[in-house]
């Protein structure tokens, strides 16, 4: 279903392009408008797709597996950096970030959609709004070491530690309304 409805979508692109290129001072609408048609029956085709994948039961319980585990391999981890932050060397404390940080921030990020369908928009927005903002604060840990500003590192270890702290909490306390 998808493929069809990606073939629909470039074909009518293609042929709109065409059909634009062959005169420059006139368009035959006749022809242009039905192709234009095709590729919006093929985009309303692959959003209805995506939307039934979406929901599926099969990948929300894989999803809402990958979100809790990342969340908490985030937390263990930042737990970490923040019991031995003003051990590392400020300009090494990215190099700590990206090892330590990276593969599950970008696994919860590829799964976050999921909540919405798992938890509802409200819970979605309570979680992510922790989750981003500790996200925004190891970004900030990550910048401000590049740069060498100690205190600015030390300052936002604690603050991001808080956030991410906060996602967890809400992220149980969604999975108990669902449960």
Same mark, same amino acid.
């Given at each position: 279903?998808?493929?069809?409805?990606?073939?629909? #979508?470039? +074909?009518?692109?293609?042929?709109? %392009?065409?059909?634009?290129?062959?005169? !420059? $001072? @006139?368009?035959?609408?006749?022809?242009?408008?039905?192709?234009?048609?095709?590729?919006?029956?093929?985009? #309303?085709? +692959?959003?209805?797709?995506?939307? %039934?994948?979406?929901?599926?039961?099969? !990948? $929300? @319980?894989?999803?809402?597996?990958?979100?809790?585990?990342?969340?908490?391999?985030?937390?263990?981890?930042?737990?970490?950096?923040?019991?031995?932050?003003?051990?590392?060397?400020?300009?090494?404390?990215?190099?700590?970030?990206?090892?330590?940080?990276?593969?599950?921030?970008?696994?919860?990020?590829?799964?976050?959609?999921?909540?919405?369908?798992?938890?509802?928009?409200?819970?979605?927005?309570?979680?992510?709004?922790?989750?981003?903002?500790?996200?925004?604060?190891?970004?900030?840990?990550?910048?401000?070491?590049?740069?060498?500003?100690?205190?600015?590192?030390?300052?936002?270890?604690?603050?991001?530690?808080?956030?991410?702290?906060?996602?967890?909490?809400?992220?149980?306390?969604?999975?108990?309304?669902?449960?």
């Amino acid at each position: 279903m998808k493929t069809v409805a990606y073939l629909l #979508v470039m +074909l009518s692109f293609l042929a709109g %392009a065409f059909l634009a290129s062959l005169d !420059k $001072l @006139a368009m035959d609408w006749v022809v242009f408008i039905p192709v234009m048609v095709v590729g919006v029956v093929g985009v #309303v085709l +692959l959003k209805r797709a995506e939307a %039934a994948e979406a929901k599926d039961s099969t !990948k $929300l @319980a894989h999803h809402r597996g990958e979100l809790e585990s990342s969340l908490k391999n985030i937390l263990k981890n930042l737990e970490d950096i923040h019991g031995r932050k003003d051990k590392v060397p400020t300009y090494d404390m990215r190099f700590e970030i990206d090892r330590l940080l990276r593969e599950d921030l970008n696994r919860f990020a590829d799964a976050r959609d999921s909540m919405k369908h798992i938890f509802g928009l409200q819970a979605y927005a309570d979680i992510m709004s922790s989750f981003a903002a500790g996200e925004r604060y190891i970004n900030r840990v990550w910048s401000a070491s590049t740069d060498g500003y100690v205190d600015e590192v030390l300052l936002y270890v604690d603050k991001s530690f808080n956030q991410f702290q906060h996602a967890l909490e809400e992220f149980e306390k969604a999975v108990k309304a669902v449960s």
